[in-house]
């Protein structure tokens, strides 16, 4: 506790004058706020000292009468601002309130006194003087009312802030990929002309080149093959021995885009077939100049999809372009998006992912938005539990129960304690570590499903953890 200095100088009207004009007293007569002077005392604090530090025992009421303190609590290491406090603020404990031990630490700005009332005499205050009670109520139910909705935004942005890595590292990637693939496209082609005066040069026949277009056209449209390492080796065998067989140079060159295409010896007979001999290597090298604009285009395509599909899930699981209301939706779009924002976490620890949703379940009423904070939260804990867990399994299940819809997530995880899992959803209660979870979480989650008046339970063994969202499909 800082060093406390008392200064009778301080004059009793001084303080009065003070309670007189702080606006959650007004109303409140001079006797009551002399009966709070007279059972309080003040205290005069130092820049760089604390009011109070995480923690340590809410056992007073704080009225700032002068300077400036900044609250703020430590999560990752970083400092977090929670408010600031300053005239007229009253702080602490208030009567009826729950609240046992500081949230944060309150470090004072300049120089500060405040008022105390200790635990004690606010009892005494509650059972003698109703008008100061209730104004004192009445700025209890402010604060929490204007706690709880800053530690909601708190927690939606701590939410977005776990997905924040896994997105930059899934947008780099293909980001990445398009970059370097439009690169090798841009030298690929000044290779182009040369081919193209190898080719425009032959004399084929119409029905030669339709020949070899056809072969060109259906293997581009079946697109690439998928192949293990051994099956790859095998038809590079193949293809260089057909080269060999042929006489021909350049099989080194050719086999990987003719493998990832699917052209092997049949395909080269073919070819061979309809061109003349002289022409049969410059054709081939066509093929494969095409082929490879082909497999460039394909990449690029395929992360620019990529990359739109991750935008239009950090979009849809924002609603960045819808209002706040609640709206007709559908459930499983919001976990769908939930879990695309979690891939890359999900991937990195090796997570087997089952999704089961059941079909018929139409849209329901929903605050789209805070649904999707309470997926991300019950999904992320989940994947933090199965760290270090063989075999690790994620399950996603959603089932039509009457009137109902409920959502089973269920991880393999080591499981919760009995004795922790009665408290899992009270505020600021936390098994993770300091600065890695805040512990309000499970409570939001839980605040929001009620709100859609739905339940939100857990059941929890060795081996398996089960949350269970239960929503009406009607809004009532």
């Known amino acids: ?48 000292e604390f009011l109070f530090k995480k923690g340590e025992p809410t056992d007073h009421m704080m009225i700032v009468l002068s300077g400036k303190a900044r609250a703020y609590s430590t999560q990752n290491n970083q400092k977090r ?6 005239p007229p603020d009253i702080s602490g404990l208030l009567p009826f309130s729950r609240l046992k031990t500081a949230i944060g630490s309150a470090e004072v700005m300049q120089p500060t006194t405040v008022l105390f009332t200790s635990r004690e005499k606010l009892k005494e205050l509650v059972c003698t003087h109703y008008d100061l009670t209730e104004k004192l109520v009445q700025q209890m139910t402010s604060r929490v009312r204007e706690f709880t ?17 896994g997105l930059a590292h899934e947008l780099n990637n293909p980001a990445a990929a398009i970059v370097r693939s439009s690169d090798e496209l841009k030298k690929h082609l000044a290779y182009t002309p040369e081919r193209f005066k190898q080719v425009i040069s032959m004399k084929l026949e119409e029905e030669q080149v339709d020949a070899v277009n056809a072969i060109l056209y259906e293997k581009a449209k079946a697109g690439r093959q998928n192949l293990g390492l051994r099956e790859r080796n095998k038809q590079e065998e193949d293809i260089l021995d ?16 003719f493998i990832e295409y699917g052209i092997g010896p049949k395909e080269l007979d073919m070819v061979r077939e309809y061109i003349p001999e002289k022409e049969l290597l410059p054709v081939l090298f066509w093929l494969d100049n095409v082929l490879t604009t082909e497999r460039m285009v394909g990449d690029i395509n395929e992360a620019s999809t990529r990359i739109s599909k991750l935008v239009q899930s950090v979009k849809s699981y924002s609603h960045m372009d ?21 891939d890359h976490k999900i991937r ?19 605050l789209a938005g805070e649904m999707n904070q309470v997926w991300t ?22 089932v039509k129960d009457g009137e109902f ?30 600065g890695k979870g805040s512990g309000l979480g499970l409570e939001i989650a839980k605040n929001i499903v009620e709100q859609h008046n739905g339940t939100l339970k857990a059941t929890s063994r060795p081996g398996e953890t089960i949350f269970t969202v239960c929503i009406p499909l009607k809004d009532k």
């Open 377 to 398: 939260n019950i999904i992320d804990n989940a994947i933090d539990a199965l760290e270090g867990v063989p075999s690790p399994m994620l399950t996603v299940k959603s």
């Open 149 to 165: 909705s800053m530690q909601r935004q708190n927690e939606k942005m701590m939410a977005l802030g776990k997905l924040s890595a």
């Open 242 to 257: 057909w080269f060999d067989d042929n006489d021909l140079e350049g099989g080194d060159d050719l086999a990987e885009n």
């Open 322 to 342: 819808r209002g706040h209301d609640k709206a007709p939706t559908n459930i499983h779009i919001g976990i769908k998006d939930t879990l695309t924002m979690l």
């Open 405 to 434: 819809v409920k959502v089973h997530i269920i991880d393999n995880g080591p499981g919760i304690p009995v004795d922790l899992l009665g408290k899992i959803f009270d505020p600021f209660f936390t098994t993770k570590e300091v």
């Open 1 to 48: 506790m800082p060093k406390v200095s008392f200064e009778p100088s301080f004059i009793n009207m001084d303080l009065l004058k003070a309670l007189q004009e702080n606006p959650s007293l007004q109303g409140v007569s001079d006797d009551q706020l002399q009966w709070l002077i007279d059972n309080s005392e003040r205290r005069d604090f130092r820049e760089g």
């Open 348 to 366: 990195k620890a090796n997570i087997s992912l089952a999704i089961d949703v059941a079909s018929g379940i139409p849209p329901i009423n929903l």
């Open 81 to 86: 601002e929670l408010f600031e406090l300053e």
